[in-house]
C-alpha cells in the first residue's frame, strides 16, 4: 500500500529498530511507495513511511531491492557531493564513498553479502543513513 511520506526531521532522526519475519508488510508497503515516487526518488528508508525498522529499498536500474538490516561493511574511495531527499527540501552536503560493501538479508530474509559501486552505492548510503537516524 502507498503511505504517506514523513516529514518531521525529529521523527526522522530516531534510529530505526531491527526488522523480523513480522515487519515483511513493510516492505511491500515501502516498495509500494518508492514505486509510486519513482518520478523523483531512487531510494527510500522504512522511517521516511512512519515504520521505524532498518528496512530500505533502492532502485537498481528498473528494479527496486529490499534491503533489510543492512550494515555497511567495507567503504572506500570517499567524494564530496550534495543530496537531496524526499523526505526534506533543498540539498545538503555530504561525504560518499565510491565502493561500499553491505551486509543485509533479502526479501525472504536470507542473507546476502554484496558490493556496490557508483550512484547505487551512494542511495545505498542514504538510505542507512536514515537507518542510523542521520538526517542529511
Known sequence: MIKPIVHDPLQLSTPAAP???LDAGIV???LDT?????DNCVGMAANMIGQNKRIIVVL????PVAMINPQLRQKSQPFQTQEGCLSLTGERPTTRYQTITVDYLNQQFQPQH???SGFVAQIIQHELDHCNGIVI
Open 28 to 30: 511491500t508497503d515501502l
Open 19 to 21: 526488522a523480523t519475519p
Open 114 to 116: 554484496q558490493q556496490f
Open 34 to 38: 518508492l514505486r509510486a515516487h519513482e
Open 60 to 63: 537498481m536500474g528498473v528494479l
